[in-house]
């Protein structure tokens, strides 16, 4: 292509992904509508270069009436590594962590949500120390350790929801059900570094 014409290619994406950040909380979309979305924005999430971090933040945020099912799959993918390593990275320390962590400094944010978000971010491999020069991973692993920190001060039902759920996370993908196993991208032999978060008992 020329470059005339990458330009153009590239601006197309970018007003499709405007859109559809845009109609997933539009009247038009229900909770059904949403999950669909979701799926697709998750799948090219790293093409996406930032674009739809605000609205996976919304949906994180959202109630169970409006975003459910989404939620529900959202959690499905992350339980069975169902990410792109690299998407994944940038999710979580762009979209997961932040809105962990701010959630547990609002009073008023839903506690049942902030326990679900607990076990979600339990699902994310916690950062890997930082390379020596990587700015990058060295914001990512300060804000992990943020968001635990933020966790256990918010109290002791969201802390234990976090180290509940990472510990029962490692038990399923070493052992799936068998109507999982296909569909299980996790590699049970590293369980560990998989779902590697840690968190001071």
């Not at 996976?56 to 339980?79: C, N, T, V």
């Not at 059900?177 to 998989?194: H, W």
Request: charged residues 25%; glycine residues 4%.
């Amino acid at each position: 292509m020329t470059s005339a014409e990458e330009d153009l290619l590239k601006q197309f994406h970018a007003e499709r992904r405007r859109w559809l950040a845009g109609y997933l909380f539009s009247r038009t979309c229900d909770s059904e509508c949403r999950a669909k979305l979701m799926q697709a924005m998750l799948s090219s999430y790293g093409e996406a270069q930032g674009d739809y971090n605000d609205v996976f933040k919304r949906l994180l945020a959202a109630s169970r009436g409006e975003a459910g099912i989404a939620l529900a799959q959202l959690h499905a993918r992350l339980l069975w590594c169902q990410v792109d390593a690299d998407d994944l990275a940038e999710f979580r320390d762009s979209v997961l962590v932040p809105t962990v962590t701010s959630a547990c400094a609002d009073p008023k944010f839903d506690a049942g949500l902030l326990e679900d978000l607990a076990a979600m971010a339990a699902l994310v491999s916690e950062p890997s120390p930082a390379a020596s020069g990587d700015s990058a991973a060295a914001s990512g692993a300060v804000a992990w350790k943020q968001m635990v920190a933020a966790l256990e001060k918010r109290g002791d039902r969201f802390q234990k929801a976090f180290i509940n759920r990472l510990a029962r996370a490692r038990r399923e993908r070493a052992n799936p059900p068998p109507m999982i196993k296909k569909q299980n991208f996790c590699n049970a032999e590293d369980v560990d570094s998989t779902s590697g978060s840690k968190v001071d008992e």
